[in-house]
């Protein structure tokens, strides 16, 4: 019995606002989390968060490192790990603080941009050898000798709705360059940034490509990873945004799409004032609507109606407070988005560590309780 096909019809119909079976439920899980996970629940140094709570959808994106270098390892002791990646970059990671830091670049002006030269972005290292990368082995920690992509996909692939994943060029050019340098750079020369972009853009429509190829039919949709905003508005102007990098997000999509998948746009931040022009783009969904930052689900689907769906938006601030009455209110609510389709159940980022699972292991009950169509809310009913 292949388990994977009812999450993907109750995926995809998500995705085209029509209503599933039943809500699909997706996330993401701060390393911390899952060792709380190992510790408090009846569960082996393997735990999968994805099997353990039977969840509809698996995220795996490739190595998309400019250069196919793998990652150099130059400290290595209990408190500090440092390492040099294949964006060039040496990121700092400390035992006392859960993100990387990002201390030095090796592109940094603009004739180092303008000579940059990217590997190909099908080169089959990226999708059939486990070689150490970015996007995969340098996040909350640092995990080396992930197994390949297209091994991790077929891991996946019988049980769940699998999507790959791939980085806007603003994702991408900070990673390479460091966040302030990248702004500072786009205020004294615009035009030299955005053509800089469009080279990136490129490169990942290279990489959507890749990944599609190399999956041979085992993915159900892309991921774009791209943050462009903070708590209150965007890192730089719309207008920017617009002429920038609006185009090479419109190639992303219409690559993805060439293949018959969905989109769904992954974005911290409050880059409402851009919503319209990616829906525009081609993006199907966006994730994961911080509510920290404002965003409300509700609120989104009745300004956008049947045109755009929507992944998140439970706010772990409640989770955290691990009340299950307020848990239960803030998921029944949310899932009034759920009408008519269009929504899947995900947090408003990512389940941090000051989340029980317990609290999680309720919010997947709920939702498998209450999302069945035809939604009965009962008191958290919002006709």
């Known amino acids: 019995m292949n388990r994977a096909k009812p999450k993907i019809e109750r995926v995809h119909a998500a995705l085209a606002r029509k209503e599933p079976d039943r809500v699909p439920i997706a996330e993401l899980f701060w390393a911390n989390f899952l060792r709380r996970c190992k510790e408090e629940l009846p569960v082996g140094a393997d735990f999968d968060p994805y099997r353990y709570w039977d969840l509809d959808m698996v995220v795996i994106p490739p190595n998309m490192d400019p250069h196919v270098s793998g990652i150099q390892v130059l400290l290595d002791i209990p408190s500090r790990k440092v390492v040099k990646t294949g964006f060039g970059a040496t990121i700092e990671h400390r035992c006392d603080y859960p993100m990387p830091h990002f201390c030095e670049f090796d592109t940094i002006t603009y004739e180092d941009m303008e000579a940059f030269t990217f590997d190909d972005p099908l080169d089959p290292r990226r999708y059939y050898e486990p070689i150490d990368d970015l996007i995969n082995a340098v996040v909350d920690e640092i995990t080396l000798g992930k197994p390949a992509f297209v091994d991790r996909v077929n891991a996946y692939a019988d049980d769940f709705c699998v999507f790959g994943g791939v980085c806007e060029p603003h994702e991408m050019i900070w990673r390479m360059m460091g966040v302030e340098n990248v702004l500072i750079k786009i205020a004294e020369e615009p035009l030299k940034v955005a053509r800089f ?3 990136l853009g490129d490169f990942l429509v290279g990489i959507v490509q890749g990944q599609i190829a190399a999956a041979g039919g085992k993915l159900s949709g892309l991921y774009v990873w791209g ?3 903070y708590t209150r508005a965007m890192f730089f102007s ?4 617009r002429m920038a990098y609006l185009p090479q997000l419109r190639r992303i999509c219409d690559a993805v799409h060439a293949a018959g998948l969905p989109v769904i746009y992954h974005g911290c931040g409050n880059a409402s004032e851009v919503f319209e022009d990616m ?3 081609g993006v199907d969904a966006y994730n994961p609507l911080e509510a920290k930052t404002g965003l409300d689900v509700l609120e989104l689907k ?3 109606g049947d045109r755009w769906a929507f992944v998140g938006n439970i706010d772990v601030r409640v989770l955290a407070r691990n009340n299950r009455d307020e848990v239960r209110r803030e998921v029944l609510i949310k899932l009034n988005a759920a009408k008519g389709g269009g929504y899947i159940v995900h947090s408003d980022h990512s ?3 000051n989340v ?3 609290t999680y292991d309720y919010l997947v ?9 035809p939604l009965e809310l009962g008191e958290y009913d919002r006709t």
Do not use: N, Q
Not at 365 to 373: C, N, R, T
């Open 227 to 229: 943050d462009i905003a």
């Open 279 to 281: 829906i525009e783009a």
């Open 238 to 241: 719309p207008d920017y945004w």
């Open 365 to 373: 009950s709920l939702v498998k309780e209450y999302g069945e169509y």
């Open 197 to 199: 972009l469009e080279r």
């Open 351 to 353: 389940v941090p560590d």
């Open 356 to 358: 029980a699972p317990a």
């Open 302 to 304: 009745r300004r956008f």
